[in-house]
């Protein structure tokens, strides 16, 4: 058991059922790659940890079996060269789920207050690459925007609801690569992540205590092959 409150309470194996169909496929001479797959998943005494105390001790924090869940959801990746140079991608999730019979140790019915934690319901990414040839070597521009919906940080909703609130991250770079010169070949990029400088909670501990996005960065690279 690891219960800060009773150490003497142990909790069971959970055990999972997962049923899932997938596709994979290509189109178009193979400039459209789309793969998609529809999940299901039913746990039975689902393992969660509860912090008794959120807001006052919430370095306190109970582990116990608490029902069972199904768990649902669908994840769709497209992949597309638009020209032989341009190159866009998107991927999309979405998950659902139930919990059922969330009895506690104490005997109380918490089905209606215990939410299953980190899992947005939404969440999507899209990237873009653009690729120039020159005598120099090949340039090449890429960005990507991921973005996740809200979702629960904590498994026990009756002391109030704690929530990591939906964030979006775009990254960027630039590179020239295969740059052959002094007898290898070279590459030199810039680069930026959470260039916007989102500043978002990514991360709660209790209800009191966050951490956050890590801030806007820029950096470069020179990287030599021989």
């Known amino acids: ?29 193979q400039r459209l790659r789309l793969n998609g797959a529809a999940f299901y998943m039913e746990v039975e005494d689902i393992i969660l940890d ?25 994840e769709i990746d497209a992949q597309a060269a638009l020209t032989d140079h341009l190159l866009v991608g998107f991927s999309y999730a979405y998950l659902d789920y139930d919990i059922n019979d969330a009895v506690f140790p104490d005997g109380s019915d918490r089905t209606d207050t215990t939410e299953l934690v980190w899992a947005p319901e ?49 990254n960027a770079r630039v590179s020239l690569s295969q740059v052959e010169m002094f007898g290898g070949n070279w590459q030199f ?5 959470n260039v916007t400088d989102e500043d978002s909670s990514n991360y709660k501990i209790g209800a009191t205590a966050n951490t956050y996005l890590e801030p806007g960065a820029w950096g470069g690279e020179i990287i030599f092959e021989y």
């Open 189 to 193: 990029a810039v680069w930026g992540r």
């Open 122 to 170: 939404h969440a999507y990414a899209v990237t873009a690459d653009y690729t120039i040839p020159t005598g120099l070597g090949e340039w090449l521009f890429h960005l990507d925007y991921s973005w996740q919906d809200d979702q629960f940080a904590l498994a026990n909703t009756d002391s109030g609801e704690v929530v990591v609130s939906d964030f979006g991250l775009l």
């Open 50 to 74: 509860y912090l008794p105390f959120p807001v006052t001790a919430p370095q306190f924090v109970d582990t116990f079996n608490s029902g069972d869940a199904d768990i649902w959801g669908v």
């Open 1 to 29: 058991s690891r219960n800060a409150t009773a150490f003497n309470q142990p909790f069971d194996n959970a055990d999972l059922t997962s049923i899932e169909h997938g596709l994979k496929s290509e189109w178009m001479d």
